[in-house]
């Protein structure tokens, strides 16, 4: 059997294996695990969507391969609608779209699009670990911007350095952020959108979380900026908006000289997903509303947060995403340790902050998906349990 490629020597090791064996083991033990670690909607895809999907498949124009280069048509207006709808900006669905397999695809195959031997990609620390692993598989190199909650997890943009800037052709941002739930404000995204004008950098803005918001906070966007368009590519997703991770689908939106780039890329890769799945898409972008599911996130995040902050650990409310972000509450131990030791004494599985960066370390993921929870009670319950191990109280 040969070898495979050395490229594969870039793909980081599996981090987090002392957290699932110490999540086996608990299993095993017949202990009532609760696993806040996975980033994965719980609740089921709306029915509308669903149906639309049927009512497609049943089509026999949707069983054959997409012709159109960009997506299925249906699909790319849709989201041009609903992103002028959305953020108020207005977008040519015949060049400025492109259709992807959910926005891992897409900004995973932008790096190979863009990236040749000797050139930067600009990357968040803590940061999805995508952006970073392309870049260095196409044989380009990584310039990590830190996010520290001082700087509300924005990147300082004069930190980086001119020669770093001068090379690199890719900024991966992304806002509202995974894993620290920061947000962007605009002003940002006007410095943001300056430094890559000046520097001749595509502004890659990883929006995944778009719409996942609380309390009525709506998200700014790097297209709303002025001249946003001349240098920025986004990449919004269904997955989480619409609790449709296993559909995969998503699309990039913005530059559409970035948007062709990428699209002439994936169509010597693929043909894009089943079109039934596209065309339920337009459905669920043009009438399904997700606030429904909001709440539900929103009252699972009060009764963790809460339920926290009552027994001591400061535990910050997100704004946005499906994550809180909150420092490890013990000075003896590092995020894994801690991780290791939250599932030894409660059963809860929480994720270390270092799996996505090392200025993550010091602090834990807690995701808001949690499967079987219906109204929060099982957050309540995480941090009852937290409460009862002694493991913050001891030692804050
Ligand atoms: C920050 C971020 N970007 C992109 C994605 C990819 O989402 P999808 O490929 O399902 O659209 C994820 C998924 O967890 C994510 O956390």
């Not at 790096?111 to 380009?140: C, E, F, H, K």
């Not at 986004?234 to 997955?239: A, G, K, N, Q, W």
């Not at 801690?338 to 030894?344: M, S």
Request: charged content about 25%; some cysteine; aromatic content about 10%.
């Amino acid at each position: 059997m040969p070898a495979p490629c050395k490229r594969f020597d870039v793909v980081p090791p599996y981090l987090f294996a002392e957290v699932a064996r110490a999540k086996r083991e608990a299993i095993a033990r017949g202990i009532d695990v609760i696993d806040l670690g996975i980033g994965d909607p719980d609740i089921p895809t709306p029915q509308p969507i669903i149906d639309a999907l049927c009512k497609s498949a049943n089509e026999p124009k949707t069983h054959r391969y997409d012709e159109s280069a960009r997506g299925w048509v249906p699909f790319l207006e849709a989201a041009s609608e609903w992103y002028s709808k959305t953020f108020g900006v207005k977008t040519d669905p015949a060049f400025d779209i492109c259709q992807v397999i959910g926005s891992k695809e897409g900004l995973s195959h932008l790096a190979w699009a863009y990236i040749d031997q000797g050139d930067v990609s600009i990357v968040p620390n803590p940061g999805y670990t995508v952006y970073r692993v392309n870049t260095l598989m196409a044989g380009g190199e990584v310039y990590e911007t830190p996010l520290r909650e001082e700087n509300g997890y924005l990147p300082i943009l004069q930190d980086i350095p001119r020669d770093v800037a001068r090379r690199a052709k890719l900024f991966y941002v992304c806002y509202p952020h995974n894993p620290t739930a920061g947000v962007a404000t605009i002003e940002f995204y006007r410095d943001a959108v300056k430094f890559c004008r000046d520097h001749d950098i595509l502004l890659v803005n990883d929006m995944a979380y778009a719409t996942v918001t609380y309390d009525g906070f709506k998200h700014p966007t790097a297209l709303q900026v002025e001249g946003g368009k001349d240098v920025a590519i986004e990449f919004h997703s269904l997955s989480k908006m619409f609790n449709m991770t296993g559909w995969r689908l998503g699309f990039a939106i913005g530059n559409p000289d970035a948007v062709a780039n990428l699209q002439r890329l994936k169509s010597n890769i693929d043909s894009k997903q089943f079109p039934a799945i596209a065309e339920a898409g337009a459905v669920a972008l043009r009438t399904v509303d997700n606030s429904s599911t909001m709440e539900i996130y929103q009252k699972r995040r009060d009764y963790l947060c809460d339920g926290l902050r009552e027994i001591g650990w400061d535990v910050p409310k997100p704004k946005a995403t499906l994550f809180v972000w909150a420092k490890v509450p013990r000075p003896d131990m590092t995020s894994s340790e801690f991780c290791a030791a939250l599932i030894e004494k409660t059963g809860i599985v929480c994720v270390p902050g270092i799996g996505a960066g090392s200025e993550g370390e010091g602090y834990v993921r807690m995701s808001l998906t949690l499967l079987g929870d219906k109204a929060g009670e099982r957050y309540a319950e995480a941090a009852r349990r937290i409460k009862e191990s002694g493991l913050v109280t001891a030692l804050v």
